[in-house]
């Protein structure tokens, strides 16, 4: 899906960068139909890769549609951000490759993220337990 960038701000110690979801919508994820109607918007909190040391959001605004065949209604999902997560793939793979040389809560700290979710994501991939196992007694 492409995406235009609206505006940057900065809050306290993180960067917020406004994004709104452009472009044609995608089929509706139940039945594939391709014929919907948007009606509505919501702003989603996306955690993204840190930018000079700082956290960095994405707020994006994604749009809400309406299947003309089953009725169903669902959001534009935001390409880049996998499953239920909060934070991109790219961020993802970024903690990923932190993790073997940095402290979980260096990582937390620099992302913006708890270090309960730096240490789940990693649990998830498999990355923490292969740490665990390599880290000297």
């Not at 089953?70 to 239920?84: P, T």
Request: net charge positive; with cysteine.
């Amino acid at each position: 899906m492409p995406a235009i960038a609206k505006g940057k701000t900065e809050e306290g110690d993180k960067t917020i960068l406004h994004v709104e979801m452009t472009g044609e919508p995608s089929p509706c994820p139940s039945c594939g139909f391709s014929e919907v109607v948007g009606f509505g918007k919501r702003t989603q909190s996306v955690a993204d890769i840190p930018e000079n040391g700082k956290p960095v959001v994405l707020q994006v605004i994604t749009r809400r549609f309406r299947c003309k065949n089953c009725g169903r209604s669902f959001y534009e999902s935001v390409e880049g951000v996998g499953g239920n997560r909060r934070m991109t793939d790219r961020l993802a793979d970024w903690i990923r490759n932190e993790a073997p040389s940095r402290r979980f809560t260096e990582i937390a700290a620099e992302s913006g993220l708890s270090e309960g979710t730096v240490r789940a994501l990693l649990r998830a991939s498999g990355d923490y337990e292969r740490r665990k196992r390599e880290q000297p007694n």
